[in-house]
């Protein structure tokens, strides 16, 4: 079964397009840029893929304000309703990132989906622009220049500036007549173009962690065009917190979650011998953390020290998981044998695989061309940055100095289009585990009382990233069902139990 490549894994004018409805089969131009879309010219994918996954390219303006200026390619792609009796439209679908390519997502849902949901729509897929196959964007970057992950020491911080502003020199140098297009805002017009070239008068969509703020957006700027959304495992869509304030849930959402961990790491003292409180399971990891940044640990070649340790925040929101692996850090720093691998951090989770001729660094460039696009909220003078990177390496000690640390985007380009100010209701679902690592449940609640009219279902005890269709056992399941298949949101709020899910592995 092929994997879903779900990310945390997270908007750019603050006017309104309102369309007028079309009838069925009738292709749209967009009002405000007088591009009209060609109809898709679809064939299978390629000969290894089923026969009914099809693939196209459309051609779309880079800038919708000049839309007979250059066009840059939308890879898409489609699995057509098994049962054209039932079919109710179509659904689009993003995996998250943003950078993280979503063409081969009908594949997934054709096998996973409820039946019931999956035979009502035309299940489409794309690769958002400048991601994957359409038309990959590429800064040049190298893989530590990729990493996010710097934690904040006074007499390190000059070489955080050097790098934030290495990063966005060569993004625009390479890119820089491209990236500035590469926003949230952009990606939504590049869905309403596909939902018009497929002559759809609404699309029902599914978006998972950035997807969610993709699909929040949507609905903003294409109202009447919005079916039966749903979002699952979502950013705060506040545009006072894009994008700096997902960085900031991290560092204050892994906080309770590292309670968490130490207290059911404390319960099972004999098991991991990490320490029989919560008190000594925190003070044997940070030991562990001051040893590794003397002396990095060597787990199975690689050389980890505190910094990497700390980068992992993920796993303490996965308490068995976690504790496995603090363990076979301890028993490599102390000269035992271990056969246990580090898992990727949280800059690799949100990070697009490449393939094919797409450049190695493609995924990061496009996400940080829409974390530092999106939003003109990022200070500009580094020594903002270094006091707060100072001040929550204090208040939020596992992860708060790498969240508030400098980034490329304090010396990116200024947007060109101001945040998208979330303020239509919509009727849109909003799925969330209790333990996400990569978009914390404040997020999603932040994104349930900004966007109006919304209703929210809670797994509680949920641990993971994504929760519909990827966590078959989830108590979201049955609900969400329910809305894709009538249209019909809960009448209120739903907060359900899952079972206990702690587990030695995330869920891939």
Not at 171 to 182: E, M, N, T
Not at 272 to 298: C, F, H, M, N
Request: net charge neutral; charged share 25%; proline share 8%.
């Amino acid at each position: 079964m092929r994997r879903m490549p779900l990310v945390s894994g997270l908007a750019v004018t603050t006017f309104v397009v309102s369309l007028p409805l079309l009838s069925a089969g009738t292709a749209s131009a967009f009002p405000d840029s007088g591009y009209t879309p060609g109809a898709p010219v679809w064939a299978r994918c390629s000969a290894d893929e089923p026969a009914n996954y099809e693939c196209a390219t459309l051609k779309v303006p880079l800038d919708y304000e000049k839309p007979q200026g250059r066009m840059i390619d939308l890879a898409i792609s489609r699995i057509k309703s098994p049962d054209p009796s039932r079919r109710h439209g179509v659904m689009l679908f993003n995996p998250g990132g943003p950078g993280t390519s979503g063409r081969d997502l009908p594949l997934f849902m054709d096998k996973e989906m409820n039946k019931d949901v999956r035979d009502q729509y035309d299940l489409i897929g794309f690769d958002p622009r400048g991601v994957g196959a359409s038309s990959p964007v590429t800064c040049g970057l190298t893989d530590s220049e990729q990493n996010i992950d710097r934690g904040f020491r006074p007499e390190t911080f000059s070489d955080d500036v050097a790098w934030a502003r290495t990063v966005a020199d060569k993004c625009r140098a390479k890119a820089g007549d491209v990236l500035p297009y590469i926003t949230t805002r952009n990606t939504a017009r590049d869905m309403d173009t596909i939902r018009a070239a497929l002559g759809e008068e609404k699309i029902s969509y599914l978006g998972y962690s950035y997807g969610t703020y993709l699909g929040a957006v949507y609905t903003q700027m294409f109202p009447q065009r919005s079916d039966r959304f749903v979002l699952d495992s979502s950013v705060d869509a506040d545009p006072g917190t894009v994008w700096r304030g997902m960085f900031w849930t991290w560092a204050t959402e892994t906080e309770p979650a590292f309670a968490r961990w130490t207290k059911w790491t404390a319960e099972r003292a004999d098991q991991y011998q990490l320490g029989s409180t919560p008190e000594e399971v925190s003070a044997t990891l940070w030991a562990l953390v001051a040893r590794a940044d003397k002396e990095p640990i060597d787990m199975g070649g690689q050389k980890i020290t505190g910094g990497t340790i700390r980068g992992m925040r993920q796993m303490y929101f996965y308490p068995q998981w976690g504790a496995t692996m603090i363990k076979s850090l301890k028993d490599a720093a102390d000269g035992k044998a271990s056969k246990a691998t580090l898992p990727p951090g949280p800059a690799q989770l949100d990070q697009g695989k490449s393939s094919g001729e797409t450049p190695s660094d493609n995924g990061r460039a496009a996400a940080f061309a829409v974390f530092c696009g999106d939003s003109d909220r990022w200070p500009r003078d580094p020594k903002v940055y270094e006091k707060e990177a100072a001040k929550a390496k204090t208040e939020y000690p596992v992860y708060g100095d790498m969240a508030a640390n400098i980034k490329p985007c304090a010396f990116w380009d200024k947007p060109l289009e101001p945040a998208t100010k979330i303020t239509l209701p919509s009727k849109v679902l909003i799925v969330q585990n209790e333990w996400d690592a990569q978009t914390p449940l404040a997020g999603a609640q932040g994104m349930h009382r900004t966007l109006k009219g919304s209703k929210m279902i809670t797994a509680l005890n949920g641990e993971g990233h994504g929760v519909y269709v990827k966590d078959p056992a989830s108590c979201v399941n049955a609900p969400v069902n329910a809305y894709l298949t009538t249209g019909r949101l809960p009448s209120q709020d739903i907060t359900c139990q899952n079972t206990d899910q702690t587990r030695s592995q995330p869920k891939p």
